[in-house]
């Protein structure tokens, strides 16, 4: 979105120069969000996959604010994979630097447990480390089996706000 213009004599009453000036902009700025469908990846040679779980996604961006949401639900067939996993972000709307943004995996019993997500241009939603029921687990991050042993109906949701470079 470009920056506004001064107008010169005569264009306030110019519907084009308004439209493009004014009009247009807020258009664009209470435009919907954008759908977009992460990958989940591992760190290892183990891949997961969703099986017949969910893994969906949106995002806005305005100028190089981008505000994001993945909500990844496990379903009967769902395979978690080995090692750290990874969620991508919108194509074309790499953080300009390492950035966070909050999370949550809700599993057994609706237990919540929350996350703190590391966003990377190259790896998108990387690094998840989580409180589980041994505190902290630093430099780590949610795998088969943290938080908890993952099953169907157990969900990872991250909603956030980055710079995009």
């Not at 902009?25 to 992460?38: E, I």
């Not at 929350?114 to 630093?138: A, D, H, K």
Request: aromatic share 14%; glycine share 14%; hydrophobic share 40%.
């Amino acid at each position: 979105m470009a920056g506004p213009v001064i107008p010169a004599a005569g264009l306030l009453e110019d519907k084009t120069f308004w439209d493009a000036e004014v009009y247009q902009k807020w258009v664009d700025l209470y435009a919907g969000w954008t759908a977009y469908t992460p990958t989940w990846s591992t760190s290892n040679a183990t891949q997961p996959s969703v099986g017949n779980g969910t893994l969906t996604g949106a995002y806005r961006a305005v100028g190089k604010t981008v505000f994001f949401r993945l909500r990844f639900q496990a379903g009967s067939t769902t395979t978690f994979g080995d090692g750290l996993w990874s969620f991508s972000l919108p194509v074309g709307y790499a953080p300009t630097a390492v950035q966070a943004a909050p999370g949550v995996a809700i599993g057994p019993s609706s237990a919540r447990y929350p996350i703190g997500c590391y966003l990377t241009s190259g790896n998108g939603v990387y690094r998840m480390p989580v409180n589980g029921s041994g505190g902290i687990r630093t430099n780590l991050g949610a795998t088969v089996d943290v938080p908890f042993e993952w099953g169907s109906g157990h969900q990872i949701i991250i909603a956030g706000v980055y710079e995009a470079s």
